[in-house]
T-cell receptor
Framework: NAGVTQTPKFRVLKTGQSMTLLCAQDMNHEYMYWYRQDPGMGLRLIHYSVGEGTTAKGEVPDGYNVSRLKKQNFLLGLESAAPSQTSVYFC????????????FGQGTRLTVV | GNSVTQMEGPVTLSEEAFLTINCTYTATGYPSLFWYVQYPGEGLQLLLKATKADDKGSNKGFEATYRKETTSFHLEKGSVQVSDSAVYFCALKEQAGTALIFGKGTTLSVSS
């Protein structure tokens, strides 16, 4: 029972490089989310998706793109990494609805030098 | 917009002490409220939730009551253990039912 799986777990990028973070869930959840966690800032929502083929911006979307081509996968892309994007990234998924809890992956620690 | 405010930490307690972590929220309508816990090196996991006014969520000795009149959802535990050391996040899900909005988190450190 894998739940939410994030790949990779760690990554170091040089400024200007691009990369894609992959999130996969096996719970058939409709909603998926990408958050970033920074010291003293809590979790801030980057983008989210309420279904296959749909995405929406969260609180801090600039510098990121996302795609949800399959229901079980949610990809987060950085086209040109900046040091300000050094963070721990968490993916989460949930069923649709107001009362449903979100299930989180283990996180990806990204350092941009 | 919707937001969650938590008391700033870190909170340092001795084992068996009483714990309160304050959480207040701003939201339109009637959000659902959650407490999540993050142990070192791990992702977040749900601790408890409440979905309407006066509901009390409870789990592992932790409790929180949804108070609409004071827009609060304070987390309490009567006797903390060393194993409770973690970061605790208060969160709300807005009435549209899409994204979870988190507070900044409160670090709890319990010593024996």
């Amino acid at each position: 029972n894998a739940g939410v799986t994030q790949t990779p777990k760690f990554r170091v990028l040089k400024t200007g490089q691009s990369m894609t973070l992959l999130c996969a869930q096996d719970m058939n959840h409709e909603y998926m989310y990408w958050y970033r966690q920074d010291p003293g800032m809590g979790l801030r929502l980057i983008h989210y998706s309420v279904g296959e083929g749909t995405t929406a911006k969260g609180e801090v979307p600039d510098g990121y793109n996302v795609s949800r081509l399959k229901k079980q996968n949610f990809l987060l892309g950085l086209e040109s990494a900046a040091p300000s994007q050094t963070s721990v990234y968490f993916c989460a998924s949930s069923r649709a609805g107001l009362n449903t809890e979100a299930f989180f992956g283990q996180g990806t620690r990204l350092t941009v030098v | 917009g919707n937001s969650v405010t938590q008391m700033e930490g870190p909170v340092t307690l001795s084992e068996e002490a009483f714990l309160t972590i304050n959480c207040t929220y701003t939201a339109t309508g009637y959000p659902s409220l959650f407490w999540y816990v993050q142990y070192p090196g791990e992702g977040l996991q749900l601790l408890l939730k409440a979905t309407k006014a006066d509901d009390k969520g409870s789990n592992k000795g932790f409790e929180a009551t949804y108070r609409k009149e004071t827009t609060s959802f304070h987390l309490e535990k009567g006797s903390v253990q060393v194993s409770d050391s973690a970061v605790y996040f208060c969160a709300l899900k807005e009435q549209a039912g899409t994204a979870l909005i988190f507070g900044k988190g409160t670090t709890l450190s319990v010593s024996s």
